[in-house]
Structure formats: structure tokens, C-alpha cells
């Protein structure tokens, strides 16, 4: 469809442009084709000399999602959000409270059986937290589904599809919500805005932020000012809540959840060392409550910290690095993350009906000959954060430097190397052991 636009004409242009991080910073000129949510957003972001709509419309009534998909993201969310809490308390005490809830909420015995004895590892913890997430994302894509999709069949040959593609392939009839996912995002930043326009008063600077969150450096003493701000856009929320599921709370009451404390901002944490690079990876440095020792925590997009990131920067720590030599390293550009130390594995998939016919001996010495289809393989998969071969990596890796000269760019591998931790460096075989 984006392509079928583009096409004939309906396309954003400008002139002149400058980007930063990614983003269009400023331009002499631009043409923008906007939802009315996103025209407010970027009325909001920008300065301009002029502004004019040169056409099209806005929607001028308030329509409801359907009942099915109020209680459907109830349930998921219902679901996500035990699960977090009981992740939390598992983390500090080694247990649960909650695990009938879970499991009226379709988490398998398995796992809460296994939180309760305290042998789930962290690993499987966090697993199947994504998982949740994933469920609740799918929920979102399949409300917002594209049935200008071709048709997926399976035939002799394996995955085939019918139809055209794209505009060519729209249905006489089509049903799909395609609003659902816009506005998701559309009003999650509109909330970004709200909340920062809300708490700027009290702040000292805005730090980063993703998507439903910010990060504020501030005073603690102006802390209860910043949630008095806060409570204003919560009741907001809440009412925008009770209207749109009003419906559905009187036609399904026994499946309906109030959805209490959803889309508020609330304090999740707060650090006197704290140190971002992007908007989705930075650390804290703090003692921990449990045996009064400082310890590092990492967040970083897509890789698991808990184990061998957080382990490696309290190790580095213990070795006379300061946190600054340590945030600059692990949240620094071209940085590769082994896979000992974030134990990621990688897909591969086999070719549509391919097998393994061969003569394989067992560890009695036994011969035997198999026959079987070839299945999916897992191997080890290393991480490698903002690299700069990639050119918008590389531009704001340039401005970075532009702000801050000892933004780390020299590419490096990080390791575990027995009990300790080793950085190597590009073209040094050997390694820093440290």
C-alpha cells in the first residue's frame, strides 16, 4: 500500500534536510502526508516560519473498538501484567504470590510451579515475560491486520501465494480495524508530550525515553511536584478508559478487567548514577537491598543483561574501573557482546523439504541408518550494539563525538574469560585481560 502511494505522488519530500539520531532536525521546506494525531505530534516538536493544510480530511466522530478487542487486550494485558509483578517478587524474595491468578490467566503450571520453588532460572524468567510481550504485540498487529495481504498457501513445491500484491490484491469488502495500531501509537506519543509538558516545570532535563516512558534528571526534593503532575494526566487516562470500555463492561462483565494503573506514569525507579546512551540502553549503579553491595544494571535493546553484562561491569568495578570507564565501554559504539555473555541463539532454517540421509554411528559404537527431514537449528549468536557500518549508526555516532570526545567508537568484543571478564580489541588477537 506505502508503495502504491509513493508511486503516484503521495510521498513526503523536503528540502535541504539535517538529521540527528535519526530524526529530521530542520529543513527549508517540506511537504508531509499526516493522520491528524501525527500533525499535532510534529506541531508540537517543530518550529516553523509557515504552516498550511493543502488537503484532505479529519475524522469527526468518536468511534469504539469492538467488544472483542476491548476484552481481548484485557486478558493479554491482564496477563502480561501479573506475570510482571510476580517476576519482580521472584527477583527479591526467590517466590511467588500470585500464581493462581496466572494461571487463571493461561500461564502454564510449569512456570508458576517452578517460581514457587524458587528453580526457574532468569534466563526462563525473562523468556517467557517476552513471551507475554509478544502475545500482546501479536494482539495489536492482528487488530490492525492488512487484508490487502496475498493469500498464504501450501503446495507441492512448499509456501506459495495467490493473488496480487498490495493495492492489487484489495478486498471488495475490507473489515479489518486499520486505525488499531495507528492509534496506539499515535496517542502513546501524544502521552510523551503530555507528560513531558506536564513535568517540565519541575525538571532539570530530559534525559531519554521509549515509547511510554521518561527519564528525568531532577532534584529529588521537587520529586512529589512531578507526581502531583502526574496524577493529572492519570485521571485523564481513567476517563478515557471508563468511556471506551464502558461498552463492553456492561455486556461482558464477568470478562471484564478495569485495567487499573494502565497507561498511568509511575515512578518505576530512581538513581544517583544513572548513564544513557540511546534511548533504549542505559545503567544504573546502585546498592542493592539485599546484601548492601553496589552492583551494576543494565538495560540494553534486545539483549539479556541480567547474567553477563550486569556480571562483567561489577567485575570491571571490583578491578578499579570507574563507572564512567565502564558506561563508556558497554553502552559505547561497535560494541560486540559474545555469546557467553548474553547467551543469544540465531535461526536456521532448512531448505522446503530437504532431509538428512546418512550412516550415524550412536555412543554404543552402533550404525544405523537415518532418514529424517531436516529440522530447525539454533546456534550460537553474538550481539554487536550501534555499529557503525551501519550510515545512520555512523552520523550519529559523529555528533555523539561532536557533544562528547570521549564517546567511545573503537570497535571491541566483550567476553567472559573464565572467572573474570576480557574486552579484546579489533586486530589484537590477544585481547585486554583485565
Known amino acids: 500500500f506505502r ?34 494525531l501525527a500533525a499535532w505530534e510534529l506541531n508540537q516538536a517543530y518550529e516553523w516560519d509557515s504552516m498550511s493544510a493543502i488537503g484532505g480530511y479529519i475524522t469527526n466522530r468518536f468511534n469504539r473498538p469492538s467488544d472483542m478487542a476491548v476484552i481481548s487486550v484485557m486478558q493479554f494485558y491482564k496477563a502480561k501484567n501479573e506475570y510482571k509483578h510476580a517476576r519482580e517478587h521472584y527477583y527479591r524474595h526467590g517466590t511467588i504470590e500470585n500464581a493462581e491468578t496466572l494461571e487463571s490467566l493461561g500461564v502454564p503450571h510449569s512456570i ?21 510481550k509478544s502475545d500482546l504485540n501479536a494482539l495489536f498487529g492482528i487488530e490492525a491486520s492488512n487484508e490487502f495481504r496475498r493469500d498464504t498457501v501450501l503446495t507441492s513445491n512448499g509456501i506459495d501465494y495467490e493473488g496480487g500484491f498490495g493495492i492489487d490484491n484489495a478486498p471488495k469488502n475490507p473489515k479489518a480495524w486499520y486505525q488499531f495500531g495507528q492509534r496506539i501509537v499515535g496517542w502513546s506519543r501524544i502521552a510523551q508530550i503530555a507528560v513531558m509538558e506536564l513535568c517540565a516545570p519541575y525538571i532539570d532535563h530530559i534525559v531519554n525515553g521509549d515509547t511510554d516512558s ?8 521537587d520529586l512529589s511536584s512531578v ?6 494526566y492519570s485521571k485523564a487516562v481513567d476517563d478515557a478508559k471508563t468511556f471506551v470500555y464502558s461498552r463492553a463492561k456492561f455486556a461482558y462483565p464477568s470478562l471484564f478487567d478495569s485495567l487499573d494503573y494502565i497507561g498511568h506514569y509511575v515512578l518505576e525507579f530512581e538513581s544517583k548514577r544513572f548513564c544513557a546512551s540511546w534511548n533504549k540502553a542505559y545503567c544504573m549503579h546502585e546498592v542493592d537491598k ?40 558497554l553502552l559505547g559504539y561497535n560494541v560486540t557482546y559474545a555469546h557467553n555473555m548474553i547467551y543469544l541463539n540465531a535461526r536456521s532454517f532448512p531448505e522446503w523439504a530437504s532431509a538428512f540421509f546418512d550412516d550415524v554411528e550412536d555412543y554404543l559404537g552402533n550404525t544405523c541408518r537415518v532418514a529424517e527431514p531436516c529440522a530447525l537449528a539454533l546456534y550460537p549468536m553474538h550481539k ?24 567511545n567508537v573503537e570497535p571491541c568484543t566483550v567476553i567472559r574469560d573464565g572467572d573474570g571478564f576480557m574486552i579484546a580489541k579489533v586486530g589484537d588477537l590477544i585481547g585486554q585481560t583485565l
Open 290 to 329: 539485599r546484601d548492601g553491595k553496589r552492583k551494576f544494571a543494565f538495560t540494553l535493546a534486545g539483549i539479556p543483561a541480567r547474567r553477563g553484562v550486569n556480571q562483567c561491569a561489577d567485575w570491571l568495578y571490583a578491578h578499579g574501573w570507574s563507572y564512567s570507564q565502564i558506561c563508556n565501554v
Open 112 to 132: 508458576t510451579s517452578s517460581m514457587l520453588n524458587g528453580t526457574l532460572s532468569d534466563e526462563e524468567v525473562d523468556s517467557y515475560y517476552l513471551k507475554l
Open 227 to 232: 507526581e502531583r503532575a502526574l496524577k493529572r
Open 3 to 36: 508503495e502504491h502511494m509513493t508511486e503516484i505522488g503521495y510521498t513526503d519530500a523536503c528540502v535541504n534536510p539535517s538529521f540527528e539520531f535519526g530524526k529530521l532536525v530542520k529543513a527549508d521546506y517540506a511537504m508531509l502526508y499526516l493522520t491528524e
Open 214 to 221: 521518561v527519564k528525568f534528571a531532577m532534584r529529588e526534593s
Open 384 to 407: 554487536t550494539v550501534n555499529d557503525t557500518s551501519n550510515a545512520e549508526n555512523r552520523t550519529n555516532a559523529r555528533i555523539a563525538v561532536s557533544n562528547n570526545p570521549d564517546v
